[in-house]
């Protein structure tokens, strides 16, 4: 198995491009299903769970090309056959559950495993299955897997208990060639919505208010091929190089960033003495200087996103003083804090809250990925402690981080793959 090894001491310093947004890029190409044409989707990441859809896709007869030097993915889903889809694949990865959404609208059947993904916690799927009710799907959950069927999908107000962005993902797809219209009341208002629409929009979906949380939906009798699209940023990945600067002392420069959508890394940041100055889509961070703690709590975006609590523990490990992280979404999402102790970190964790007590020094040490964001997190304490760290079970970070290793070595971090 490949790991990750990072020998700590050095400053950072250069630019760093970020990536399309894996959030983004995940329900586009699922939703390529809804139309049978051809569909270019431009700049696409090389990511594992990128991989694992396009094997999906071919899985159920798709064609797929993806150059991997242009990052140009090229989807013709008109040979999709109207089978079950591939359960070791979608056990894989959680955003396979998509699948459900698009295959509903376009063969109004869909029989899948339940979904995989990161050990973070209970993420269930009755959101989903209770929009689909509203829009008049039938389903059923049998040992392992859940299988749905619909005669005709007709448009129905939804009201999400939480603003689950799964759910509403799948509900919008459902609801694009539905019959009437859907009102989807408390969606999520994660900046991936957004441009899920957009896409879909791109293609002849009429869906407006997408990322402030009551969307509409009114259903089409058809798509239309749509013009190459680009999606938007990795808000997570660029809040990831922020904190890079920051746990580091050095000042970086992050090309490929949106403001509005980085407000809570930002005011975080800053609060911890980080200082970000954003000139359109490019933001420089000042990370040098003695860092200050902060309390942080998860919330639904515009909150403080979950994906980035981990990150920001690694770099509060050094603050000087007490921090205090409650995380509201996901309940398993502190096992990483065992390993950063490894480290020398001192993180106490009680329920949903963990007290991390700043101190002087990180010393390398041999820890293991335990989910996709706590594994970007060790590599940051690697980047400042003292000696090698070897950091295992890496395919979590390969899911979600493009070339992480070859960015931060190009910003002078002494770090490999092996």
């Known amino acids: 198995m490949e790991k990750i090894i990072v020998k700590g001491g050095k400053r950072l310093q250069g630019e760093v491009d970020i990536s399309v947004a894996k959030n983004s890029v995940l329900p586009i190409i699922v939703a390529t299903i809804l139309n049978p044409t051809p569909i270019v989707i431009k700049n696409v990441p090389i990511l594992e769970d990128v991989t694992v859809l396009i094997n999906l896709l071919r899985e159920l007869e798709c064609e797929v090309n993806f150059s991997q030097i242009t990052g140009d993915l090229i989807i013709d889903t008109s040979n999709l056959k109207e ?11 959680r955003a396979s559950f998509l699948i459900m959404g698009p295959m509903l609208s376009r063969f109004g059947r869909c029989k899948i495993s339940m979904p995989g993904g990161c050990n973070i916690g209970s993420r269930p799927i009755d959101l989903h299955l209770k929009g689909f009710k509203c829009l008049g799907i039938d389903s059923e959950i049998g040992y392992g897997y859940v299988e749905s069927k619909v005669k005709k999908i007709v448009g129905n107000r939804v009201y999400l208990d939480f603003p689950s962005v799964g759910a509403t993902e799948n509900i919008m797809m459902s609801a694009v060639l539905a019959e009437g219209k859907t009102i989807i009341e408390n969606a999520a208002e994660e900046p991936e919505i957004w441009d899920l629409a957009r896409f879909l929009n791109s293609m002849g ?61 930002i005011e975080k940041l800053k609060e911890c003495g980080v ?3 954003v000139e359109g889509n490019r933001m420089i961070v000042d ?27 690694s770099m509060l490990t050094i603050a000087k003083g007490t921090s205090i992280i409650v995380e509201n979404i996901f309940e398993n999402r502190y ?4 390993e950063l102790n490894k480290m020398g970190a001192k993180i106490t964790v009680e ?31 690697g980047l400042i402690a003292k000696g090698k760290t070897q950091v295992d079970d890496i395919e979590y970070i390969l899911r979600g981080y493009e070339k992480l290793d070859y960015k931060l070595q190009n910003l002078g971090a002494n770090i490999n793959v092996e």
Do not use: W
């Open 83 to 93: 089978v079950d889809a591939n359960s070791e694949l979608i056990r894989k990865m």
């Open 205 to 265: 979906a009429r869906i407006t208010g997408a990322g402030f949380g009551r969307i509409t939906i009114e259903g089409v009798k058809s798509l239309r091929k749509p013009e190459p699209f680009t999606p938007i940023f990795d808000r997570i990945e660029a809040g990831t190089f922020m904190v890079a600067a920051a746990i580091t002392n050095s000042k970086l420069t992050i090309n490929g960033v949106n403001e509005q959508h980085l407000m809570p890394n």
């Open 275 to 277: 200082h970000c100055i």
């Open 287 to 313: 990370g040098t200087g003695e860092k200050k703690p902060v309390d942080i709590k998860t919330m639904p975006y515009p909150g403080f996103p979950t994906d980035m609590q981990s990150v920001f523990a």
């Open 335 to 338: 096992k990483y804090t065992q």
């Open 351 to 381: 329920g949903k809250s963990a007290i991390i007590r700043g101190t002087r020094k990180l010393y390398g040490a041999d820890v293991k990925a335990t989910d996709l964001r706590g594994g970007a997190a060790l590599v940051l304490a």
